[in-house]
């Protein structure tokens, strides 16, 4: 018996390996498409992580990596000891949260809304005015916003005074507060569009009998949205949200560096820029690799977290 038991073990697992060879035989072209890309994957992001050794030692460019000197925590404990650290670490997670509140749920609703139109010609320009401003460089769209709230001739201090809701212009580029709402909306205004495409795309999948069903039942365009609609997309909403929450930290740089200036400079400061600042404009790269490390770490463990959560609340997760 247990002979024959396996026998029939063997049988199976050479069946297995067949119909495994058979079908890798027959996608061979999907497969060697795929090649250049996890090349890519892993020349630009494993390949890099080596780098972290940086942060353990004492780097000196020039010298091979046998010949660095090896320091330990040392610039983890520099980095934890220094007080301006913290203010980045507070503004870049205060951007960033409001990036993710306000950059993740207006593109949900303007993806409602516009799967609402019925008129393709006014629907498909409305999408595309709200796709081109991804395309525009920063540094226009830092050009245009710093423009519009100009104290001189900004369009949002001109208006605010034709309607007598201030006495005098506003200098919104030199309070330090208002930096984060300018970077929030101004990166709102670009990305809005471009990120509501996937929702656009989940929205086309929803069953349309669902919507005769709601109909049916007296539910008008609002109810059938609530109801139906996102509860459609609800497992896209979930897997991008706990990605998004995997790169808060990841905010970037180009945005406070081009809009923010010395006036600002405690609120426009967030990790990358101090890593930038702090770690390669003073030659410090071993404390940059510190920073870069620390920021990846966080983004992993919220990865992680956000995944578990959001695993035991339904069942949906990334990995």
């Known amino acids: 018996m247990g002979t024959k038991t396996g026998t029939q073990v063997d049988v199976v697992s050479m069946q297995k390996k067949k119909r495994f060879w058979r079908r890798l035989w027959q996608q061979r072209f999907l497969y060697a498409m795929s090649v250049p890309f996890i090349i890519w994957v892993f020349v630009f992001n494993y390949l890099p992580i080596w780098g972290w050794t940086m942060a353990f030692q004492d780097f000196k460019p020039g010298l091979s990596f046998f010949e660095q000197e090896w320091v330990g925590f040392t610039h983890f404990q520099a980095l934890f000891s220094d007080s301006y650290f913290y203010l980045v670490l507070r503004n870049t997670f205060i951007m960033a949260v409001m990036g993710l509140v306000i950059g993740f749920t207006v593109p949900i609703i303007f993806a409602l809304l516009i799967n ?54 506003i200098q919104f580029m030199t309070k330090g507060p208002l930096f984060w709402w300018i970077v929030t909306f101004a990166d709102l205004w670009k990305e809005m569009g471009w990120n509501s495409i996937i929702f656009l795309a989940a929205m086309t999948g929803v069953n349309q009998e669902l919507y005769d069903a709601a109909k049916t039942d007296g539910a008008g365009r609002i109810r059938q949205m609530w109801h139906v609609t996102l509860p459609g997309i609800r497992s896209v909403i979930i897997v991008l949200l706990i990605l998004s929450v995997g790169n808060l930290m990841s905010i970037g740089f180009e945005k406070q560096l081009l809009l923010g200036n010395p006036m600002v400079a405690d609120y426009s400061e967030v990790l990358e820029l101090y890593a930038l600042n702090y770690g390669i404009g003073l030659f410090r790269f071993s404390y940059g690799t510190a920073i870069s490390i620390f920021n990846s770490v966080i983004a992993i463990v919220l990865l992680f977290s956000a995944n578990y959560f959001f695993k035991k609340i339904s069942q949906e997760s990334v990995m």
């Open 116 to 169: 609402e139109v019925r008129q393709q010609f006014f629907k498909r320009s409305v999408q595309t005015i709200a796709y081109l401003p991804h395309f525009v460089s920063w540094v226009v769209v830092a050009g245009i916003v710093i423009r519009s709230l100009s104290v001189e001739d900004g369009i949002v201090n001109t208006i605010l005074l034709s309607l007598h809701i201030i006495d005098e212009p």
